[in-house]
Nanobody
Framework: QVQLVESGGGLVQPGGSLRLSCAAS????????MGWYRQAPGKQRELVAS???????AYADSVKGRFTISRDNARSTVYLQLNSLSPEDTAVYYC????????WGQGTQVTVSA
Protein backbone atom coordinates (compact mmCIF):
# COMPACT_ATOMS: atom_id res chain seq x y z
CA GLN A 1 0.00 0.00 0.00
CA VAL A 2 1.32 3.41 -0.96
CA GLN A 3 2.14 5.69 1.95
CA LEU A 4 3.07 9.35 1.61
CA VAL A 5 4.47 11.32 4.54
CA GLU A 6 4.90 15.06 4.13
CA SER A 7 7.03 17.22 6.41
CA GLY A 8 8.84 20.54 6.61
CA GLY A 9 5.98 22.98 6.92
CA GLY A 10 5.76 25.73 9.49
CA LEU A 11 5.18 29.40 10.17
CA VAL A 12 7.25 31.77 8.06
CA GLN A 13 7.23 35.50 7.45
CA PRO A 14 6.38 36.94 4.03
CA GLY A 15 9.40 36.71 1.77
CA GLY A 16 10.72 33.70 3.62
CA SER A 17 11.53 30.19 2.46
CA LEU A 18 10.73 26.61 3.38
CA ARG A 19 11.71 23.20 2.06
CA LEU A 20 9.05 20.52 2.10
CA SER A 21 9.79 16.81 1.91
CA CYS A 22 7.60 13.86 1.05
CA ALA A 23 8.77 10.34 1.78
CA ALA A 24 7.03 7.67 -0.27
CA SER A 25 6.81 3.96 0.41
CA UNK A 26 4.92 0.95 -0.90
CA UNK A 27 5.68 1.60 -4.56
CA UNK A 28 8.59 1.75 -7.01
CA UNK A 29 9.13 5.46 -6.56
CA UNK A 30 11.48 5.97 -9.51
CA UNK A 31 8.79 4.66 -11.89
CA UNK A 32 6.26 7.37 -11.08
CA UNK A 33 5.76 11.02 -11.83
CA MET A 34 5.19 12.98 -8.64
CA GLY A 35 3.49 16.21 -7.74
CA TRP A 36 2.88 18.69 -4.96
CA TYR A 37 -0.61 19.96 -4.25
CA ARG A 38 -1.93 22.50 -1.82
CA GLN A 39 -5.30 23.23 -0.28
CA ALA A 40 -6.04 26.61 1.25
CA PRO A 41 -8.96 27.09 3.65
CA GLY A 42 -12.24 27.12 1.77
CA LYS A 43 -10.58 26.28 -1.55
CA GLN A 44 -10.17 23.18 -3.66
CA ARG A 45 -6.93 21.24 -3.66
CA GLU A 46 -4.73 22.34 -6.55
CA LEU A 47 -1.64 20.90 -8.20
CA VAL A 48 1.20 23.41 -7.94
CA ALA A 49 4.23 21.47 -9.19
CA SER A 50 5.05 18.16 -10.83
CA UNK A 51 8.14 16.23 -11.82
CA UNK A 52 8.35 13.35 -14.25
CA UNK A 53 10.48 10.23 -14.03
CA UNK A 54 12.85 12.03 -16.42
CA UNK A 55 12.90 15.02 -14.04
CA UNK A 56 10.97 17.32 -16.33
CA UNK A 57 9.14 19.85 -14.19
CA ALA A 58 5.97 21.93 -14.49
CA TYR A 59 4.47 24.60 -12.26
CA ALA A 60 1.23 26.44 -11.73
CA ASP A 61 1.46 30.07 -12.82
CA SER A 62 0.92 31.19 -9.24
CA VAL A 63 4.20 29.60 -8.06
CA LYS A 64 6.35 29.67 -11.18
CA GLY A 65 9.74 31.20 -10.48
CA ARG A 66 9.32 30.86 -6.71
CA PHE A 67 8.87 27.13 -6.08
CA THR A 68 11.18 24.33 -7.20
CA ILE A 69 10.31 20.64 -7.21
CA SER A 70 12.99 17.96 -7.14
CA ARG A 71 13.28 14.27 -6.37
CA ASP A 72 15.76 11.83 -4.86
CA ASN A 73 14.96 8.35 -6.12
CA ALA A 74 17.50 6.73 -3.79
CA ARG A 75 15.53 8.11 -0.83
CA SER A 76 12.09 7.76 -2.47
CA THR A 77 11.55 11.41 -1.60
CA VAL A 78 10.20 14.40 -3.47
CA TYR A 79 10.98 17.94 -2.34
CA LEU A 80 9.42 21.34 -2.82
CA GLN A 81 11.53 24.42 -2.23
CA LEU A 82 9.33 27.42 -1.48
CA ASN A 83 10.87 30.86 -1.86
CA SER A 84 9.50 34.40 -1.74
CA LEU A 85 6.49 33.20 0.19
CA SER A 86 3.40 35.35 0.51
CA PRO A 87 0.27 34.99 2.67
CA GLU A 88 -1.53 33.61 -0.41
CA ASP A 89 0.72 30.55 -0.18
CA THR A 90 -0.78 29.59 3.18
CA ALA A 91 -2.22 26.10 2.77
CA VAL A 92 -1.79 22.45 3.62
CA TYR A 93 0.69 20.95 1.17
CA TYR A 94 0.46 17.36 -0.04
CA CYS A 95 2.44 15.19 -2.40
CA UNK A 96 0.88 12.60 -4.68
CA UNK A 97 0.76 11.38 -8.26
CA UNK A 98 0.01 14.39 -10.48
CA UNK A 99 -2.86 12.76 -12.40
CA UNK A 100 -3.90 9.54 -10.62
CA UNK A 101 -3.64 10.20 -6.88
CA UNK A 102 -3.12 7.43 -4.39
CA UNK A 103 -4.40 7.67 -0.82
CA TRP A 104 -3.56 11.12 0.53
CA GLY A 105 -1.10 11.67 3.35
CA GLN A 106 -1.71 14.00 6.25
CA GLY A 107 -0.07 16.94 4.52
CA THR A 108 2.12 19.62 6.05
CA GLN A 109 0.83 23.04 7.05
CA VAL A 110 2.51 26.13 5.62
CA THR A 111 1.49 29.42 7.20
CA VAL A 112 2.86 32.69 5.87
CA SER A 113 2.21 35.55 8.21
CA ALA A 114 3.95 38.53 9.74
Amino acid sequence: QVQLVESGGGLVQPGGSLRLSCAASGMAFSNYNMGWYRQAPGKQRELVASITILRNTAYADSVKGRFTISRDNARSTVYLQLNSLSPEDTAVYYCNHPSRPWIWGQGTQVTVSA
